[in-house]
T-cell receptor
Framework: NAGVTQTPKFRILKIGQSMTLQCAQD?????MYWYRQDPGMGLKLIYY???????DKGEVPNGYNVSRSTTEDFPLRLELAAPSQTSVYFC????????????FGNGTRLTVT | GENVEQHPSTLSVQEGDSAVIKCTYS??????FPWYKQELGKRPQLIID?????GEKKDQRIAVTLNKTAKHFSLHITETQPEDSAVYFC????????????FGTGTRLTVIP
């Protein structure tokens, strides 16, 4: 099992550009999550999904969109990138939502200039 | 929703000493409490977890204790080593039907050789 795979590892965007962060898991987990982690800070939940076709906002959803067309994939879309979105983005999955461990991807380091 | 507070934010110990990190939670229905270790530039990884029907759990030099009455849980690391230096995050599940974990703000542990 590859676990949770995120691409790209690094990306530099100009202000106003858009991009999609890819996330895929091969553990057949229903629950998937996107977190952002600013330098020296904790994890903030952006969006999550409890299964294909179902998504919900987390703590900091503004400026982002998600979709979940399959169990395996949970892409995060940034529209009109802003410097405040400079961060490390982690995708994660779990078997039983808040009642089981999260498995994190290796992260995407995004810089918006 | 659930609110998790974590203390201290930074902790320095001499190699071989013990380290204790404490977390409190607000939702008495929370029943799953994992701890994650994040090394510099890496993803968070689960190191130990405990469920509400257990008061203590050990794994070699790491232990977690849970006090449901007081709504707090703690991570104990004995015989600390330089490789224990990292940021540690606690989390709680929230109540029935919880879809995601609620994270503390993290503790930066430094083990001084």
């Amino acid at each position: 099992n590859a676990g949770v795979t995120q691409t790209p590892k690094f990306r530099i965007l100009k202000i106003g550009q858009s991009m999609t962060l890819q996330c895929a898991q091969d553990m057949n987990h229903n629950y998937m999550y996107w977190y952002r982690q600013d330098p020296g800070m904790g994890l903030k939940l952006i969006y999550y999904s409890v299964g294909a076709g179902i998504t919900d906002k987390g703590e900091v959803p503004n400026g982002y969109n998600v979709s979940r067309s399959t169990t395996e994939d949970f892409p995060l879309r940034l529209e009109l990138a802003a410097p405040s979105q400079t961060s490390v983005y982690f995708c994660a999955s779990s078997l039983q939502g808040g009642w089981s461990p999260l498995h994190f991807g290796n992260g995407t380091r995004l810089t918006v200039t | 929703g659930e609110n998790v507070e974590q203390h201290p934010s930074t902790l320095s110990v001499q190699e071989g000493d013990s380290a204790v990190i404490k977390c409190t939670y607000s939702d008495s229905a929370s029943n799953y409490f994992p701890w994650y270790k994040q090394e510099l530039g890496k993803r968070p990884q689960l190191i130990i977890d405990i469920r509400s029907n257990v008061g203590e759990k050990k794994d070699q030099r790491i232990a977690v204790t849970l006090n449901k009455t007081a709504k707090h849980f703690s991570l104990h690391i004995t015989e600390t080593q330089p490789e224990d230096s990292a940021v540690y995050f606690c989390a709680a599940s929230g109540g029935a039907g919880a879809n995601n974990l609620f994270f503390g703000t993290g503790t930066r542990l430094t083990v001084i050789p």
